[in-house]
């Protein structure tokens, strides 16, 4: 190990400083490769010796050998004010001015050691807790990091430039935990959004992982509940619930959900459940954000609907594109994709599809927070287009012959008789 490795501190060791005394030895599990080590156990002034577990429990650190040898010492503010000027002018302290800090005295050994020092009662500008490399030539200090406390999920640091509170009350639905489905939770969960709930009735296959977020080991897994299990690692501020429900057969108990939900995300296959989204959302006057590719991949398609009385339902927007000479895509969106004689081959690579998740999501969003009042996230349209690969000899608005290129259209008026968008009697 070297001056420039990284230590690790897990709370439950801050707890240890705070109670052990003047000091103590610290058990240090390191990676050479990685030159990083944590902190495993504390022992007090007594001998006493504690464990500090590594989190989480699949942390890589578990598995690796004892490492070098390390202490603690309580000190005082003042030796920590010294760091404000290492860290300015990265000048090494001799040892006895960082000695005649400590409460106990330095071992006289030949070679390096490593040393936290805790010094209760700091101004909120200099921190508590430093870690610092011992040689015979001096010392300095290392790169530290202390895990945050239980329940911390780092949004606040967000604020106020971005309005944390708004989106960790919104309550999303999304129907759909396939490709684009996986990525579009991710990205709702890194927004920030507070509640998420999940729909879709499949288990994930091997054949999925190619473009599927989730992981090898959670094949067999109903998706909703693979997705469910990684954010609650990576996003633990998101509340993540799964249901294993088909949209088109339960669609009573999906319309029951509806009261409670700001926004509905539908990113399934399938022209039925994209349909009975469009139905449910509508009649229970919530706004839907569908989002698909098409052109075996070519196109990438996010398209809003609000419940107003001037916006149709997605049959509406359909056929108004059909009167203007632009495909139906919605057929097509009944392909069964994978592996095997049963399935179409795969065109549309993950890249491209969590792009367009990626894209759902910001939508999505955008819609919460003009709900919710925020001026700064209107959209320039209700129906946006990407050209995933050059579609020149598609109509418009689906014709690109450019990749990334972006075209948003505006919102269609209802068709007379739509079941969907006819007023409430």
């Not at 296959?205 to 190619?210: A, D």
């Not at 081959?345 to 819609?367: E, N, R």
């Amino acid at each position: 190990m070297t001056r420039n490795m990284q230590l690790l501190l897990g709370q439950d060791a801050i707890s240890h400083f705070k109670a052990g005394g003047r000091g103590g030895r610290l058990t240090i599990r390191a990676s050479a490769a990685q030159d990083v080590g944590a902190v495993v156990a504390v022992s007090d002034s007594t001998g006493v010796t504690r464990p500090c577990p590594i989190l989480p429990k699949t942390h890589f650190l578990k598995s690796c050998d004892v490492g070098p040898a390390g202490l603690w010492y309580r000190t005082t503010p003042e030796l920590h004010l010294l760091w404000l000027a290492v860290a300015a002018r990265l000048k090494t302290l001799r040892r006895e001015a960082f000695a005649a800090g400590l409460e106990r005295p330095l071992p006289t050994v030949a070679g390096a050691f490593f040393v936290v020092t805790y010094a209760p009662d700091c101004s909120d500008e200099v921190p508590d807790v430093l870690a610092w490399c011992v040689t015979p030539d001096g010392v300095q200090l290392i790169d530290f990091e202390v895990e945050p406390p239980p329940g911390f999920c780092g949004l606040a640091a967000l604020a106020p430039g971005w309005p944390v509170e708004a989106v960790q009350r919104a309550r999303l639905l999304l129907v759909g935990a396939g490709s684009i489905g996986s990525a579009v939770a991710d990205a709702l969960a890194l927004y920030g959004i507070g509640h998420l709930v999940l729909v879709d009735p499949d288990r994930l296959r091997w054949h999925n992982l190619v473009r599927h977020r989730a992981r090898p080991s959670d094949v067999g897994k109903y998706k909703v509940v693979a997705l469910r299990d990684d954010l609650a690692v990576t996003r633990p501020a998101t509340e993540v619930k799964p249901l294993t429900w088909n949209v088109v057969t339960d669609a009573d108990r999906v319309r029951a959900l509806l009261n409670d939900i700001d926004v509905v995300v539908c990113c399934a296959d399938g022209v039925a459940p994209r349909r009975v989204v469009s139905h449910l959302a509508r009649r229970a006057r919530k706004p839907a954000v569908l989002s698909c590719v098409l052109e075996d991949g070519a196109v990438g398609e996010v398209m809003r609907l609000q419940p107003w009385t001037d916006h149709g339902c997605l049959n509406c927007r359909r056929e108004a594109l059909q009167e203007c000479g632009g495909i139906d895509p919605e057929p097509a969106l009944d392909a069964r994709y994978g592996t095997g004689s049963t399935h179409r081959p795969m065109t549309a690579v993950g890249g491209d599809l969590h792009l367009v998740g990626q894209l759902t999501a910001s939508i999505a969003v955008s819609t919460v927070l003009a709900r919710a009042g925020s001026s700064g996230h209107r959209l320039p349209g209700e129906h946006l287009a990407v050209g995933l690969r050059t579609t020149g000899e598609l109509a418009a608005p689906f014709d690109f012959d450019r990749s990334l290129d972006m075209r948003w259209s505006p919102a269609t008026a209802p068709r007379a008789g739509c079941p969907t968008c006819k007023p409430d009697d």
